[in-house]
């Protein structure tokens, strides 16, 4: 969901927000870079979402705008499917993608010609 609205002079004011969903994913730990006896495991990641949003001051200058735009970004990914880890082909455990979160947050800096 986006918005923007112009104000006087040249400037306007926008805000954005947004729902992801995190349908499938596949995680690859690269364990025979460690011992070649090791496997390397996939973990499938089915279920989880993301938050998005934005809020952005504009001035637009002739041809050119000029924006600044505060962001953050937040991830939320349930623990993945089990697989085996195994040494030279016998299971030594199995292993897994926890349950995480991130988040990211920072300014764009736009110019838009």
Known sequence: MRFITDLKNGWSFGAMAEYDIFW????????????PGYNDPKNRQTR???LRGSV???KK?????????????????KESKHTDWTWY???IGEVYEPK?????????????F
């Open 56 to 58: 952005e001051l504009q």
């Open 24 to 35: 499938w994913g596949k995680q690859i730990s690269h364990l025979s870079d460690v011992d």
């Open 89 to 91: 082909g016998v299971k």
């Open 61 to 77: 200058v002739k041809k050119v705008d000029f924006a600044i735009e505060p962001f953050i970004r937040y991830w939320n990914i």
């Open 100 to 112: 995480n979160h991130s988040t990211e947050y920072g300014i764009n800096l736009l110019v838009r």
């Open 48 to 50: 989880g979402y993301g």
